[in-house]
Structure formats: structure tokens, C-alpha cells
């Protein structure tokens, strides 16, 4: 069941979801050469409380930290460690989930750290811009294989393929809600899309080929196959009266002095 949220509720969402956007920045600016993921991982929580925030990664089926953060072959759900340590010329993926007063907001970007390769940077820069594409689609009346479609043909058509086994996904009252919003699809398929559905929209897109595994030591650390470098960015949308309402943001990121 898709459960669909009313103005003040958006209003709500987008509240939590700027939160992410502060957090994202917030914790973006300490990214650099030499320091730990954990590290990271603490500058996050302490800004999700700090703003009246609770970080729900932290807890959510056993994860066990405020941020998933993953490095190079990491797709997505990195587990924060003391043992792993930025390097230049990688590239980090800052996922965050918060609740604010109840309702959720979800976003993730991929940060270089410090000089990357132009490979790294087309790999981050086509990411990106499936993600926009894919928010381009979120309007009532399409269906949420066109947004699958839109974010699969960009990255494909740049060499790149799409991750098949994580999906984005319904939030809001919940992390995780109806529906499922793969990176792959059919345009014209699957649910359709009506005023007022929030959803996670979240390529993870590999350099190399589809494949991954999932780490047997901890359940959690999603990796490419291939070693390649995956990215993933991620916006919570609503589906507004007239067209995408990204109630996430990159402003503080992407706007920072
Ligand atoms: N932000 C992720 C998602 O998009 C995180 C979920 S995994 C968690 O679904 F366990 F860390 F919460
Ligand atoms: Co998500």
C-alpha cells in the first residue's frame, strides 16, 4: 500500500530532509585526506542530535552506525570503522537517514576527496545527473518505471551500469515504504504516480559491470564484483500538483563557501 502524504506533511518531510541536506554538508566539510570513516561518522551524529535530529540508520535492522559511508568499490551501507581511512583520489558516498518530529527524509551524495581521477569525477558527474533525470520523471500520472528507465538509459549509455539488487524506495513516515523505485525498468510500467507519494530516488551506479556482493563478515558492505569505483546520489521527492517537489537538498554542499 502506498501511503499518501498531505501538504503539511510534506511540509514536515521537507523539514527532515533539509536536516540531510545541513548533515551531508556538515559532515562533507571534514572530508579529507587521513582521516577515518568513523570519524565521519561521529561528526554526523553529533549534528543530527545537536538539531533535534535522530539518526535511524543507527539501530535499523542491526546497522550500527548514524551514516552508511562507502569508499571506491563500496556501492552503498559502508560501515563506519576506525580501520578505514580517506585517501586522495577516492571517492565517498555519505548516505543519511534522519526522523525529525516523526516524519523521515532520505539523500546521499558521493564527495571526492581531494584530487580524483576524471574517471572518478564522470563517474560522480553522470550519477548526478541520472539522479536529476530520474526526478525529471517524478509527476503524477507516469509510472515509477519511467523514472527507473530515465536513470538506467543515461547511466548505460555512459558505459555505466545500474545496481539491480538495492532499490529506492517510498519514505516519510517510515525509511523504508511502498513502493519500490528500481534504478532499471520499463517506461510505462509499474506503479503509477500520484500527488502527494513521497519517494527516494537513489542511482548506485557502477563504473564496471552490474555485479555485487555483499560482505559476508558483516552483512551489511555492498561491493562491486569488479573492484570498480561505484556512486550513488540520492533526493527524497514529492510528487507536487505541478510536477518534482526534491525536498532534499545539495544546496549546503554544493553552495558552501
Ligand atoms: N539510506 C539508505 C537507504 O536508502 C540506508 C538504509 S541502510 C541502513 O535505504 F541500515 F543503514 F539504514
Ligand atoms: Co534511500
Excluded at 16 to 44: K, Q, W
Excluded at 224 to 249: C, Q, R, W, Y
Amino acid at each position: 500500500m502506498i501511503q499518501l502524504k498531505t501538504k503539511e506533511e510534506i511540509e514536515l518531510i521537507r523539514k527532515s530532509a533539509r536536516l540531510v541536506g545541513m548533515t551531508l554538508a556538515e559532515v562533507g566539510r571534514h572530508v579529507r585526506p587521513g582521516i577515518t570513516t568513523a570519524y565521519l561518522d561521529h561528526i554526523g551524529e553529533q549534528f543530527i542530535r545537536d538539531n533535534g535530529g535522530v539518526p535511524l540508520c543507527k539501530g535499523y535492522e542491526g546497522f550500527p552506525a548514524a551514516l552508511c559511508i562507502s569508499v571506491n568499490d563500496v556501492v552503498v551501507h559502508g560501515i563506519p570503522s576506525e580501520n578505514v581511512f580517506l585517501n586522495e583520489g577516492d571517492i565517498v558516498s555519505l548516505d543519511c537517514v534522519i526522523g525529525l518530529n516523526g516524519y523521515v527524509g532520505d539523500s546521499a551524495y558521493t564527495f571526492a576527496v581531494g584530487e580524483v581521477s576524471p574517471e572518478k569525477q564522470r563517474l560522480m558527474k553522470v550519477t548526478r545527473e541520472a539522479l536529476y533525470l530520474g526526478l525529471e520523471r517524478c509527476r503524477q500520472g507516469n509510472r515509477v518505471g519511467d523514472i527507473s528507465h530515465a536513470v538506467q538509459m543515461h547511466c548505460e549509455k555512459n558505459g555505466y551500469s545500474v545496481v539491480r539488487e538495492l532499490c529506492g524506495h517510498g519514505v516519510g513516515f517510515k525509511m523504508h515504504e511502498s513502493p519500490n523505485v528500481p534504478n532499471y525498468g520499463t517506461p510505462g510500467t509499474g506503479p503509477l504516480l500520484k500527488e502527494g507519494m513521497v519517494i527516494a530516488v537513489e542511482p548506485m551506479v557502477n563504473a564496471g559491470s552490474k555485479n555485487v556482493k555483499f560482505s559476508k563478515e558483516d552483512g551489511w558492505t555492498c561491493r562491486t564484483k569488479d573492484g570498480k569505483p561505484a556512486a550513488h546520489f540520492e533526493h527524497t521527492v514529492a510528487i507536487g500538483p505541478n510536477g518534482p517537489d526534491i525536498l532534499s537538498t545539495f544546496d549546503y554542499i554544493e553552495k558552501a563557501s
